[in-house]
C-alpha cells in the first residue's frame, strides 16, 4: 500500500504545481534558503508529521526537518510541532500539501480520540468506514489509528463484508454465506467473513449458518442490540452501525459489544487548524 501514498504526493504536487508555481520562481532566487515552522493553532491531537516528511523529501531530499511533537500528541494553540529547514523554494512549494495532509489527518484523530476516550471502561472499540476521501484512504484510516481507533477494513479486498444489498441480491442470508464461503475456498484466501443483519430473525439465520467471524447489527436500538449480545452469547464478534451518535456511543458500549462503526470519524471532520510559517 505504500506505493498508493507515493502515487498520492506525486497527483498532489501535479494538481498544485502543474507546469511549475511561477509566483516563487519569479520572485525568490533558486540559491536562497531559509527556515519554516509548524505552528498549531486549535488544541488537538497532531497526525501526519511521518507524512509531512515524505512530502518535503520527496519534492527536496536535501530539506533538512526537526520534529518536536510525534504523531498521536495532544497539542495546545501555539505548540512548534517541527522546523524545516533548507532552499527556500522548496519550502514555498511544498507549504500547501503538507498542511492539507496534516490539517486533514490531525482533524480525524482529534475525532477520534474523542469517541476513544467516550468509550473508556468498556471492552468496545471505534472502527472506521470506507467513507473516505477518494485517494486519500490510507492516510485518513492512519489517522484514525493515531487517534486510537481501529481500521474496519482498508477496502473492498482484504476482508467480506455482506451488508443488505449483498444479501438481498444473493437470496438471503444462508446463500450469501455459504456462497461466500465457496468462494474462499476456491480461490484459496483466508479473508475473514462478517454478515450485516437487520432484525433477529436475520440475526439467527447467520448463527444457524456458522463459518462467520463477525455480526454487524444494522439500525438495532440500544434495548436489541442488548438482546443481541445475549443472543450470540460471545460466539461472534459483534458490531454496531447505524444510527448511533456521540450521545449515544456510551450506551452502546454498555451493552457489550465488541466494536462501533462510525463514519463521522473521516466523512464529516473539520480540520486542525495549524500553519507553516517561515522563521
Not at 105 to 116: E, H, N, P
Amino acid at each position: 500500500m505504500e506505493n498508493l501514498i507515493e502515487d498520492l504526493i506525486k497527483l498532489a504536487f501535479a494538481e498544485d504545481i502543474g507546469d511549475g508555481d511561477h509566483t516563487t520562481l519569479s520572485s525568490i532566487p533558486a540559491t536562497a534558503m531559509g527556515k519554516s515552522q509548524l505552528i498549531i493553532k486549535e488544541d488537538g491531537v497532531l497526525a501526519g508529521v511521518k507524512i509531512a516528511k515524505r512530502i518535503f523529501h520527496a519534492f527536496d531530499p536535501d530539506l533538512q526537518i526537526e520534529v518536536f511533537i510525534t504523531d498521536g500528541t495532544e497539542v495546545k494553540y501555539g505548540e512548534i510541532a517541527f522546523t524545516v529547514e533548507g532552499k527556500v523554494q522548496s519550502l514555498l512549494q511544498t507549504e500547501r500539501l503538507v498542511l492539507n495532509v496534516m490539517q486533514r489527518m490531525s482533524g480525524i484523530a482529534t475525532t477520534t480520540r474523542k469517541y476513544v476516550k467516550e468509550l473508556e471502561g468498556t471492552k468496545t472499540r471505534v472502527l472506521d468506514t470506507r467513507k473516505t476521501t477518494p485517494g486519500m484512504r490510507m492516510l485518513e484510516k492512519e489517522a484514525v489509528k493515531i487517534g486510537g481507533g481501529v481500521n474496519h477494513r482498508i477496502g473492498l479486498f482484504d476482508m467480506i463484508l455482506l451488508k443488505d444489498n449483498h444479501v438481498d441480491f444473493a437470496g438471503g442470508i444462508e446463500k450469501a454465506i455459504t456462497r461466500a464461503q465457496e468462494y474462499l475456498r476456491e480461490k484459496g484466501k483466508n479473508l475473514k467473513i462478517e454478515i450485516e443483519v437487520r432484525n433477529f430473525e436475520e440475526l439467527q439465520q447467520a448463527m444457524n449458518v456458522g463459518g462467520i467471524d463477525r455480526i454487524m447489527l444494522d439500525n438495532f436500538n440500544v434495548e436489541n442490540t442488548r438482546k443481541a449480545v445475549e443472543m450470540v452469547g460471545g460466539r461472534y464478534e459483534l458490531e454496531s452501525s447505524g444510527g448511533i451518535t456521540f450521545a449515544t456511543l456510551r450506551q452502546y458500549a454498555e451493552t457489550g459489544v465488541d466494536y462501533i462503526s462510525v463514519g463521522a470519524l473521516t466523512h464529516s471532520v473539520k480540520s486542525l487548524d495549524m500553519s507553516l510559517k517561515a522563521m
